[in-house]
């Protein structure tokens, strides 16, 4: 089955206003740290890759 994920993205204005923006909190200046640690935490948590030796995270991938 599906498992939820153990963390949480609450309402904040930084969302919204980044977004009308085209966006996202991480590009927005001024900086809400709060938003962006809760937006970072859902990225790895989607995009946690299996490797041979346990889980890596998004933050830590190589592109290419």
């Known amino acids: 089955g599906v498992e939820p994920l153990p963390l949480a993205v609450v309402r904040r204005k930084a969302f919204p206003n980044a977004f009308s923006n085209g ?28 490797v041979d030796n346990g889980y ?3 933050s ?5």
């Open 23 to 50: 966006l996202s909190a991480i590009e927005q200046i001024p900086r809400d740290p709060k938003a962006i640690d809760e937006l970072l935490s859902v990225v790895n948590a989607l995009y946690a890759q299996k």
């Open 56 to 58: 890596q995270d998004a």
């Open 60 to 64: 830590r991938r190589k592109a290419g």
